[in-house]
């Protein structure tokens, strides 16, 4: 399923964005800040991180060798007789973004088209929302609400032509969904409201800047 790839490699730019990460951390932070990958297996990371570095937008960091334990030694400052050097656990590989992958992530951000709202990428696309513009997060905003609305409206008319051959639990059920897709749509309209406010203010002081900078002074020819 290559749309849920893509978007695996959307979050892992993301956060590779911030810092370098050693993939055991990208495991805890995709567990952590993204809740629907939950349906990936972490078996689905390594070969995602793979393919990345294969198309440069990635690339490895040698874990640092200074991390390594020295070896034991005796009385005289010398290793004790018969002893093996202690060397630490293996390094971790770290990764990090490349130039590439930093150009290819700002092109994936600005994008606003429907596989930015669908249900696979708008949990990611939001958690990257500080890494977006303002307009762009409002089009994906007003793009899953209409979305999110015309299925609100298909499982409604469903629910009414169904209604009298269903039993209760599989009605409720049906309920429960709607519900959900209530707040959901109320929760975007509230997002949607505070993206416009934030656009509007700041166009109103782009228009207030302009009217008041001092006109340019013309230079009269001697």
Do not use: C
């Amino acid at each position: 399923m290559r749309s849920r790839s893509n978007v695996l490699e959307t979050a892992v730019l993301g956060l590779l964005s911030s810092a370098p990460l050693h993939g055991y951390e990208l495991r805890k932070r995709l567990n952590l800040l993204l809740g629907s990958f939950r349906a990936f297996s972490y078996g689905s990371l390594y070969p995602a991180l793979k393919s990345l570095v294969g198309r440069g937008l990635i690339e490895t960091v040698d874990p640092d060798p200074a991390a390594a334990r020295p070896a034991a030694t005796g009385t005289t400052g010398r290793p004790s007789s018969g002893s093996k050097p202690l060397t630490g656990r293996r390094g971790r590989i770290v990764y990090r973004l490349t130039p590439e992958g930093k150009e290819h992530l700002q092109t994936t951000l600005a994008s606003s088209g429907p596989s930015a709202w669908e249900d696979e990428s708008f949990d990611v696309r939001f958690a990257l929302f500080a890494q977006t513009d303002a307009e762009t997060r409002l089009r994906i905003l007003e793009g899953r609400r209409t979305r999110l609305t015309e299925r609100l409206e298909a499982v409604r008319e469903s629910a009414a032509r169904t209604r009298e051959r269903l039993d209760e639990y599989t009605l409720e059920l049906q309920r429960h969904g709607l519900e959900q897709v209530e707040r959901e749509v109320r929760w975007l309209d509230g997002l949607i409201t505070t993206e416009r406010d934030r656009v509007s203010g700041r166009d109103r002081d782009h228009d207030a800047g302009a009217h008041h900078a001092p006109a340019p002074r013309n230079k009269e020819r001697g």
